[in-house]
T-cell receptor, first 115, second 114 residues
Framework: NAGVTQTPKFQVLKTGQSMTLQCAQDMNHNSMYWYRQDPGMGLRLIYY???????DKGEVPNGYNVSRLNKREFSLRLESAAPSQTSVYFC??????????????FGEGSWLTVV | AQTVTQSQPEMSVQEAETVTLSCTYDTSESDYYLFWYKQPPSRQMILVIRQEAYKQQNATENRFSVNFQKAAKSFSLKISDSQLGDAAMYFC???????????FGTGTRLKVLA
């Protein structure tokens, strides 16, 4: 059971370049999320998708775009990468049906460095 | 504002001993959920234990248990019989019922000494 799979796991970008982080889940979850993790700041929500066809901004959406391609896949795009976007990015998913159905399960993370 | 505070940036415990990690949160909501996640060096975030706010009984998962004090807004994690594999960052998290927003604390790094 793969759970939540993210690609790539490591990426180095130059300032101004664009890239897309891919995420797929095989748990038939309705909701998907993108978080970033920075030292001393815990995890912060970038965007989430409550269900297929919907996306909403989280705490730190600036500089990012997302696409919920289908129920399984949720991608995060950096249009013009900046050094401030150097971080570890986590994709996550949850059933989204309330109660503990909203317990989120995480992918392994993607390390992104912008130079 | 809803916040989660983990006041211990780092803790150490001797193998086979017991350790308690602290977490406090600030909310005006009455219906919410609390979680502890473990992040080992591999960076994968792993669910350790979860608690519903309306349940008085403290959750337990094998060697992991919580001390949930709703009035004090405290949600501490107790790890019994600590093992070397327990060494990790531990994050406390909070979610209001019916919302998709999780609030995470800044984490406590647990070292397990052989």
């Amino acid at each position: 059971n793969a759970g939540v799979t993210q690609t790539p796991k490591f990426q180095v970008l130059k300032t101004g370049q664009s890239m897309t982080l891919q995420c797929a889940q095989d748990m038939n979850h309705n909701s998907m999320y993108w978080y970033r993790q920075d030292p001393g700041m815990g995890l912060r929500l970038i965007y989430y998708s409550a269900s297929e066809g919907t996306t909403d901004k989280g705490e730190v959406p600036n500089g990012y775009n997302v696409s919920r391609l289908n129920k399984r896949e949720f991608s995060l795009r950096l249009e013009s990468a900046a050094p401030s976007q150097t971080s570890v990015y986590f994709c996550a998913s949850s059933e989204g049906t309330g109660g503990f159905g909203n317990t989120i399960y995480f992918g392994e993370g993607s390390w992104l460095t912008v130079v | 504002a809803q916040t989660v505070t983990q006041s211990q940036p780092e803790m150490s415990v001797q193998e086979a001993e017991t350790v308690t990690l602290s977490c406090t949160y600030d909310t005006s909501e009455s219906d919410y959920y609390l979680f502890w996640y473990k992040q080992p060096p591999s960076r994968q975030m792993i669910l350790v234990i979860r608690q519903e706010a309306y349940k008085q009984q403290n959750a337990t998962e094998n060697r992991f248990s919580v001390n949930f004090q709703k009035a004090a807004k405290s949600f501490s994690l107790k790890i019994s019989d600590s093992q070397l594999g327990d060494a990790a960052m531990y994050f406390c998290a909070y979610r209001v019922s019916g919302t998709y927003k999780y609030i995470f604390g800044t984490g406590t790094r647990l070292k397990v000494l052989a």
